[in-house]
Structures are given as C-alpha cells and as structure tokens.
C-alpha cells in the first residue's frame, strides 16, 4: 500500500487516489497542423520509465484535485510531490513547466 | 535423449544418477545469426521454432536471470483462445493448437490440461456481451458455447449461484479446448527442444546496449561482452519499453504489476478454469491441489515485482463470495510480475524502424496463453524480414494508422 502526500490534505492510503499516468505531456495547439506520426506519438507513445517517473495522481476520495508525483517505479519510494503548473523539482526550468 | 518410457525405466534402474542435462550453457560465442533477448517462453518458442521452421540454427538465447523466471514462471497457466476481433482469434487458436501437440513436438510433457474455461456473466449485459462473443467465435471456427445457471452449477456444484448471491450467476460462456498447462515445463521443454536443434541459451548474461550502424543492428552489448548479431528481437516481456528505448524507438507500452496467489493445497474440488471479468478473479486447482487465483494489474506503472495489498483484497473478496467454499483457505504465497500493456490490449509482434532488430511484446496480462504461437509467428517475422499472416495486424504501425486491435472487452482482467 502507497502512501501518498496530498499536497492539501497531508498522506493518505492509495486507495484515495486515482492514476493519471505520465505527467508533463502537452496536448498540441494546432493537432491538425501534425502529422500522423505526432499525433501518435502524443496520443500514445510514453516514456515508461524504469526508476524516476513523473505521473498524475487524482485524489478521488478526498479533495479531489490533481497533482503531480515523482516516484521511483521499481522501488516505490516517492522522490517529491508538486502541484499542477510548478515544475519539477530539481529540474532547473524556474517554474515554468508544464502543467 | 530422447524421453520416453524405456529411458525412464533404464535411467530408474540407475538411481537416476545417469540423465543429462536438458541443456548447454554455452559461453557467449563473438557472433550470432539472430539474438534473441529474453529467456522467457515467448523468447524460447522464437528460438525453437527459427531452428525449426527456417533452419536458423546459429541463434543465441540470452536471459539476464534464468530461464522463465519471469512471467513465463509468474503466470496463472490459462490456456484459451476465446477472442472476439479476427486477428486476436486466429493467432491465439494457431497458439492453442500448437499447444495441442506441443508436448508430442519437443518430447517435453508440458502437462496440458484441457479442462475447459468458463467466464461467468453475472448480470444481463455480461450474458448478452458474453453471447455475442461466443457467436464471434464460432463464426472463426474455434469452440465456445453458452451455459446458462443450472449448467454452470452442474459443472461446479461449489460455486455460489444463488440469487441471494452479492454476484448471481446468470450463465458462462464455455471453451472446453481451454486449460492450463505447467508453465514451467514450457520454458524447460522448448529450451530443451532449441539445445537440441543447435541454439545458444545463455543465462546470467544481461544486454545493456543495442548497438546500430546507421540505422541497421549489428549487435548488443551485455555483461558478458559484446555480441555481434545480423539480426535481434527483443521478447522481454514487462522492460519492452526498456529494451526498445537502447535503440531509440518510443512505445505506446505502460508496464503494470500482476499478482497472482495460491492457497494451501486440497483435495480436488474444482476441474475446470472459472473466469469472471467483471469482479477480476479467476481460479483454478493445480495438479497440486493449490488453488491457483489471480487478479487485475496495479493502476499505476510499476517494475517492482511486488503488487498491492488492495488489489488482491479485492479479488479474494470476489472469490470468497463466489466460492464460500474456500473461505477457511490459508493463502500460502503470493507474487507479482511485471506485465507490458499496449493500449488496445493487443501485443505488437513487428519490425521496427530500425532494420535488423524486432520487437515481440505488450501481451499484457495474457501472454503465456500465446507462447508456442507467439515463437511461431516471430520467428516466421524475423526469418523473413516480414510478418506471418497471423500477426500481421500487431504491427507497431497502427498506433499511428489508428488500425487498433481493441481486445479490452474480450480480455478485461483475466487476459
């Protein structure tokens, strides 16, 4: 059982939350500006990544707002939690990531 | 050797001090027609069958841990094709039969059980999806029929089908070719089979690197050294995004924790697979008399062999209303395994945009089921430079054509 830290409601057990899968991944502007192959790649295409992965994460059962996580995949550690529209920590963008 | 009821009688009488072993364990040789990565059963079937079918036989096998000690181990052995889309039932039923004579094929008893498969409806639409379905199939020529509850009892008078039940019974479908099968004795039997027909398996050797000139394989680096190789397919089931990402190429896979469970063991009490999508459990009773149980994946990826305490909470529940029966069982281990899911719950078995190098993967919860067939086709792709007939639909091409095999209502869980 994960425990999660809601950035507003403090940890809670996992059953709390919904996945949202990875984070950071910008719908297009103009998806009928891109070619088959982009739109496949934004619609499908992930990173899947083993070790440090940033993903949603919903609380369903509680406040009911997303938020972004950072987690260790193959070990489940949490490495930080952060809010829709901050960056991710450590990542040197000054706060300007994508939501 | 060949087995057989004279070699077990000779060898008995030597205190069965005398057999060999089933298989080599080579050292890595400098170069190799083929590399296959994964030791699984799917990657072993790919061997055999390169060695059998196209007479590719300077192929090596290479396993970071030990043979099946992956999904192919980790697995809750159900064996069916009961698929609605046409592509999905004609490569799972090639798999199907292939299993059919697969322990005659490569003298390994790999103890198929064809005890049949139901999948219970539980309410008016499950019955009407499940009756569909059966029509579908049919249609494809493989067997399926419908039950309805007094069948369903009759066939397991354990099974809760009251109408006070928390899940009635309204029927099942039915697939008597369905079974199980003692995953381990696939992986050991085809390994056997590949040995014997002259393939490299190569355990304890992990490939760190895909190395390419100019868009074209030409080998994989491992902890063991470099190996060359003409041509590599990757058959790493749960790390296909890992593997594939060495040589650039980005999947629509998402990878899961599976668990699955097994009681202590009892005496017979359950003959047949019993399947329900829409509480995810299924059950079944191996040769052991362990009740074999498994449940739907994690929500979140994962890699950590370990799934959570909720999921198969909730399944057991399921299973306890369904079999009050089995209420009293202690539950002896429990395990997860790493499960690759594409989105349309359909495996891509295709060539990549980089030449020579092959990707046999996102089988999700559903794999071991296609392993003999999955071999067969891949080998067939790989041999050839082109997909067989049968998988030619599980290209990695339709993410972008939109040609999507949706397999989520035929499989839900117990895939």
């Known amino acids: 059982m994960l425990s999660i830290p809601c950035p507003w409601c403090g940890p809670r057990d996992e059953t709390e939350y919904s996945y949202g899968g990875e984070a950071h991944i910008v719908r297009p502007e103009d998806p009928q500006a891109l070619s088959d192959r982009e739109w496949a790649d934004y619609l499908f295409m992930r990173a899947n990544t083993k070790g440090a992965h940033r993903e949603r994460w919903v609380h369903s059962h509680g406040c009911r707002r997303w938020f972004n996580v950072e987690r260790n995949t193959a070990t489940n550690e949490i490495i930080a939690v952060y809010k829709m529209g901050e960056s991710p920590p450590g990542d040197g963008t000054g706060g300007d990531g994508a939501p | 050797m060949k087995y057989s009821i004279f070699s077990l009688v000779r060898n008995a009488l030597g205190y069965h001090e005398g057999w060999p072993r089933a298989w080599r364990s080579p050292d890595p040789k400098?170069?190799?027609?083929?590399?296959?990565?994964?030791?699984?059963?799917?990657?072993?079937?790919?061997?055999?069958?390169?060695?059998?079918?196209?007479?590719?036989?300077?192929?090596?096998?290479?396993?970071?841990?030990?043979?099946?000690?992956?999904?192919?181990?980790?697995?809750?052995?159900?064996?069916?094709?009961?698929?609605?889309?046409?592509?999905?039932?004609?490569?799972?039923?090639?798999?199907?039969?292939?299993?059919?004579?697969?322990?005659?094929?490569?003298?390994?008893?790999?103890?198929?059980?064809?005890?049949?498969?139901?999948?219970?409806?539980?309410?008016?639409?499950?019955?009407?999806?499940?009756?569909?379905?059966?029509?579908?199939?049919?249609?494809?020529?493989?067997?399926?029929?419908?039950?309805?509850?007094?069948?369903?009892?009759?066939?397991?008078?354990?099974?809760?089908?009251?109408?006070?039940?928390?899940?009635?019974?309204?029927?099942?479908?039915?697939?008597?070719?369905?079974?199980?099968?003692?995953?381990?004795?696939?992986?050991?039997?085809?390994?056997?089979?590949?040995?014997?027909?002259?393939?490299?398996?190569?355990?304890?050797?992990?490939?760190?690197?895909?190395?390419?000139?100019?868009?074209?394989?030409?080998?994989?680096?491992?902890?063991?050294?470099?190996?060359?190789?003409?041509?590599?397919?990757?058959?790493?089931?749960?790390?296909?995004?890992?593997?594939?990402?060495?040589?650039?190429?980005?999947?629509?896979?998402?990878?899961?924790?599976?668990?699955?469970?097994?009681?202590?063991?009892?005496?017979?009490?359950?003959?047949?697979?019993?399947?329900?999508?829409?509480?995810?459990?299924?059950?079944?009773?191996?040769?052991?008399?362990?009740?074999?149980?498994?449940?739907?994946?994690?929500?979140?990826?994962?890699?950590?062999?370990?799934?959570?305490?909720?999921?198969?909470?909730?399944?057991?529940?399921?299973?306890?209303?369904?079999?009050?029966?089995?209420s009293r069982l202690r539950m002896m281990r429990q395990w997860g395994g790493i499960v690759d899911t594409c989105p349309d719950a359909s495996p891509i078995i295709s060539k990549t945009p980089v030449d020579g190098l092959y990707i046999n993967g996102g089988w999700g919860t559903g794999g071991f089921k296609a392993t003999p067939g999955s071999g067969w086709v891949f080998a067939h792709t790989i041999a050839q430079d082109r997909p067989h007939a049968l998988n030619a639909a599980f290209n990695l091409d339709r993410f972008t054509s939109g040609a999507l095999v949706d397999e989520h209502g035929a499989a839900a869980v117990a895939h």
């Open chain 2, 30 to 326: 400098p170069e190799y027609d083929v590399v296959i990565v994964g030791g699984g059963g799917h990657g072993l079937a790919t061997a055999y069958y390169l060695a059998k079918e196209h007479g590719i036989t300077n192929v090596a096998v290479l396993e970071k841990g030990w043979l099946g000690g992956g999904n192919t181990g980790r697995n809750t052995t159900i064996i069916r094709s009961n698929y609605l889309w046409d592509e999905s039932a004609h490569l799972y039923e090639h798999s199907l039969k292939l299993y059919e004579g697969l322990s005659q094929d490569i003298n390994y008893n790999i103890m198929l059980s064809q005890r049949g498969v139901l999948n219970l409806a539980h309410n008016l639409h499950d019955l009407r999806e499940l009756s569909r379905r059966v029509n579908a199939i049919r249609l494809n020529g493989i067997d399926s029929e419908i039950l309805d509850t007094a069948q369903v009892k009759a066939m397991v008078p354990i099974l809760n089908a009251s109408q006070q039940s928390r899940y009635p019974v309204l029927g099942a479908s039915l697939q008597k070719r369905g079974g199980v099968a003692r995953h381990d004795a696939v992986a050991w039997g085809l390994a056997r089979a590949a040995d014997a027909r002259g393939v490299d398996i190569i355990q304890q050797c992990e490939v760190t690197g895909i190395v390419r000139d100019g868009g074209k394989v030409t080998g994989v680096e491992t902890t063991r050294g470099l190996i060359r190789a003409g041509k590599v397919g990757i058959v790493t089931a749960g790390h296909t995004s890992v593997l594939a990402a060495m040589a650039g190429i980005r999947l629509p896979i998402e990878s899961h924790p599976l668990q699955a469970l097994v009681s202590e063991p009892i005496k017979p009490v359950l003959h047949t697979v019993v399947m329900s999508n829409a509480v995810h459990a299924y059950v079944s009773q191996s040769d052991r008399g362990e009740l074999v149980m498994g449940a739907g994946i994690d929500g979140y990826n994962g890699y950590s062999q370990r799934g959570s305490i909720p999921v198969i909470e909730h399944m057991l529940a399921s299973i306890v209303e369904l079999f009050p029966i089995f």
